[in-house]
């Protein structure tokens, strides 16, 4: 734990932690390689998750150092969902999972997952734990549930829930004198436009096959 909170080098007269730099740096490669679909994204997010849950609960964000564990299961099932794809009755091996739209019933469950997750996490926080921001970060561990899920799906919209989390992200890390991990995130900002665009980009393609196949 000492080398995890050992400070590397300092930003801003901010000390930054070898932890903090390791997570970010996996951070990065992670969502960038999630932007170009590549599939390691999924076991470099889950070294990413270890590093980021010592981060967090250190700098007493609870809900996003659970936010963590959570996220390394959903790993493991986004890397799952990738690796098996889909089936195809005109191929024996399974294809890549396709970029696909959001459904209106998937919008309502997540909607609900966000509406019971984020009171009941600020509720946990507030009465179990001396948390920093309990209402900002409770509110990116809602939020970041259900787009991760809608990543392991490969639903576009997914990337407008993480643009909504590093909006809030930024200026709570900043508050918590984390300012790598603030402005990492303000890269993820600019990297989650970038994933919204490759995205639909690949969805418009697909969608160009299928009719090309047909005709």
């Known amino acids: 734990m000492d080398v995890f909170n050992k400070v ?6 901010q000390g930054v932690s070898w932890g903090e730099l390791i997570g970010d740096v996996t951070g990065v490669i992670c969502v960038w390689w999630l932007v170009r679909q590549v599939i390691w994204n999924w076991p470099m997010g889950l070294v990413n998750n270890v590093f980021f849950f010592v981060l967090f609960a250190s700098s007493h964000l609870y ?19 990738w690796a098996v794809g889909r089936k195809d009755p005109d191929r024996l091996e399974p294809v ?6 959001t459904t209106a019933s998937e919008w309502a469950v997540m909607a609900a997952a966000v509406a ?7 509720a946990f926080l507030v009465h179990y734990t001396d ?37 809030i992200s930024v200026p709570l890390f900043f508050s918590q004198d984390l300012t790598l991990t603030a402005l990492l ?14 995205w ?8 160009q096959l299928i009719v090309e196949a047909a005709a």
Do not use: H
């Open 96 to 101: 890549e999972l396709p970029v696909r739209r």
């Open 63 to 81: 809900a996003n150092a659970v936010l963590q564990i959570v996220f390394f299961v959903l790993g493991v099932y986004g890397w799952w969902q």
């Open 185 to 198: 995130f303000t890269l993820f900002g600019v990297l989650c436009v970038l994933g919204l665009r490759d």
């Open 116 to 122: 019971i997750a984020w009171p009941a996490a600020w």
């Open 131 to 167: 948390p920093a921001e309990p209402m900002w970060d409770s509110l990116t561990l809602a939020l970041s549930l259900v787009a991760t899920y809608a990543q392991a799906k490969k639903m576009i919209e997914s990337w407008w829930i993480y643009i909504v989390v590093d909006a």
């Open 8 to 13: 590397a080098f300092t930003v801003f007269d």
């Open 200 to 207: 639909k980009r690949s969805y418009a393609r697909d969608r």
